[in-house]
């Protein structure tokens, strides 16, 4: 847990510049809501895990009350978490959630009934998920991957993809991974563009295929 809550602290600095200030070490300890949230998840997941009832839960909704996060004790979260601004994430109760994972405010990893068993998103290595963006179900975020700003996702997304919309769709597939966590959330292709040109190529294709037919009618007649 202690190298995990590090790995965490030092996630604030490499990700936010607003850290990097000659103080930035105790602007994070002091004021970060995000990084509040987590170090009282870390407590209450290892709580939890030794089976201790209530506690885990109520140190959550402390956390909760104070930092605007709630995380589900039984949420799996690994090394290098970090929550930007924090207000209004909600994650799961059997979300998991890789190394090295960012995500804004008001996130949503979430359910879409009352079933039971996993119910909620998994996040690989090195995912970052933009503000307002909800993530519903027993879905799949591959590593390296990113999820626009405001967007819906119901479905599990492949390796190094950038996603987008509502619902949200595949709009940028990198050939190569890249290297760390890449934090540009907000500059991305734009779904209803990328719509526009599949409707064209679509078009182009059909009256290539009127043409073919209008050949093999004048060449039987």
Request: charged share 25%; net charge neutral; glycine share 12%.
């Amino acid at each position: 847990m202690v190298v995990s809550i590090w790995r965490d602290y030092k996630a604030c600095f490499e990700r936010d510049p607003a850290a990097r200030t000659l103080f930035g070490f105790v602007e994070v300890l002091l004021t970060y809501s995000g990084f509040h949230a987590i170090v009282c998840y870390r407590i209450s997941h290892l709580l939890y895990r030794l089976r201790i009832p209530l506690i885990p839960r109520l140190i959550c909704m402390i956390a909760r009350i104070l930092t605007g996060v709630e995380i589900h004790p039984g949420a799996k979260i690994g090394p290098g978490f970090f929550i930007d601004h924090g207000m209004g994430v909600v994650i799961g109760e059997t979300s998991e959630i890789g190394g090295n994972v960012t995500l804004f405010q008001d996130v949503t990893l979430g359910g879409t009934g009352k079933e039971k068993g996993k119910r909620h998103p998994t996040l690989c290595d090195n995912v970052v998920v933009g503000a307002g963006a909800k993530l519903l179900g027993n879905i799949r975020i591959g590593e390296n991957s990113r999820v626009g700003a405001g967007s819906v996702v119901v479905q599990s997304v492949p390796p190094n993809c950038t996603v987008v919309g509502v619902p949200a769709e595949i709009v940028k597939r990198e050939q190569v991974p890249g290297a760390g966590v890449n934090l540009e959330h907000g500059d991305l292709p734009d779904p209803l563009k990328a719509l526009e040109e599949k409707v064209e190529a679509l078009q182009k294709e059909v009256e290539a295929m009127e043409k073919r037919m209008d050949d093999i009618r004048k060449n039987h007649s």
